[in-house]
């Protein structure tokens, strides 16, 4: 008589092929469920949770000091952490630490509810060092409470959770037919802005890349504006000049991998450790400037 198993090779042929956003949909699901569950059910399952990942982090980190320790072992590592499964299992047990602005997204993406709760939202612009720009938008832009919501909201949530963060500035909502614009700098504060195509060149076909001071800048036309991005895919920084761009889904497919962005906040739904860096942007006289980092 064949023994009875846990899973069939058909389940596991069927999870080794399953993508790492439907993994990790499933874990969400999850944790959704036992979080329905009653507070005492609910405590002994987070405990479970939480004493699995502590076994699993103990194991990891000695494979990660052990491959740290050998020259040969620092090139796998490096390799191993190239792959979005590994990355993603890394970052959430602290092993790698994400970039600053996919720190920062992250708890931006925290507060969010709360202001959308109140009939407000907020977008990050940029991440300039220790200072973070966001955007404020419905009943937080403008009005005279938007400080408040800002300082007791948004500010304190990243200074909570990423101490580097000193300081965070609101950039004004001003919108045009064609994008959301920033205010222009000062006539004595356009460093760094740089020049690029005229509005007129633009296309609706998809993105549009061009050089700005030695940096590829990629264009997306979101269905809320346009958006400038540097041209490097969050995966593995490889150009994205032939990405396919679908204006339905306001998404963008990287053409080496298949990892797959969201055209208006460059949150990448393949992995989500991964995220597009922003570039400031703004028109005058119908000509589109950018602003490297």
């Avoid at 390799?79 to 790698?96: C, I, S």
Wanted: charged share 25%; hydrophobic share 35%.
């Amino acid at each position: 008589m064949t023994p009875t198993t846990a899973s069939s090779p058909a389940d596991s042929g069927e999870t080794a092929n399953s993508s790492l956003e439907q993994l990790a949909a499933q874990v969400d699901r999850a944790v959704a469920d036992i979080r329905a569950l009653p507070d005492d059910v609910q405590d002994k399952a987070m405990a479970l949770k939480s004493a699995v990942e502590s076994f699993h982090r103990a194991g990891l980190e000695h494979i990660v000091r052990t491959l740290r320790s050998d020259p040969v072992g620092k090139d796998i590592l490096l390799d191993l952490v190239r792959e979005p499964a590994v990355y993603a299992l890394f970052t959430m047990h602290g092993l790698v630490r994400p970039d600053r602005t996919t720190q920062v997204s992250r708890v931006i993406e925290m507060v969010r509810p709360y202001l959308q709760s109140h009939g407000g939202d907020v977008r990050l612009v940029d991440v300039r060092g220790s200072t973070v720009l966001v955007q404020l938008s419905g009943n937080c832009s403008g009005c005279s409470m938007s400080s408040v919501t800002l300082h007791s909201t948004v500010e304190e949530a990243l200074k909570e959770h990423i101490p580097e963060i000193e300081r965070v500035e609101v950039v004004p909502d001003e919108t045009a037919p064609l994008v959301p614009l920033k205010l222009s700098p000062d006539p004595e504060d356009t460093h760094g802005w740089v020049p690029g195509p005229l509005v007129s060149e633009l296309t609706d076909e998809g993105p549009f890349v061009f050089e700005a001071d030695g940096t590829s800048v990629l264009l997306v036309p979101s269905g809320k504006g346009l958006r400038a991005w540097r041209n490097a895919c969050a995966h593995q920084g490889l150009p994205l000049d032939n990405a396919v761009f679908d204006p339905e889904t306001d998404t963008l497919t990287c053409p080496w991998h298949g990892f797959r962005f969201d055209g208006e906040s460059g949150e990448c739904f393949s992995a989500p450790q991964c995220q597009m860096e922003p570039f400031p942007l703004r028109i005058e006289d119908g000509r589109i400037w950018v602003r490297p980092s």
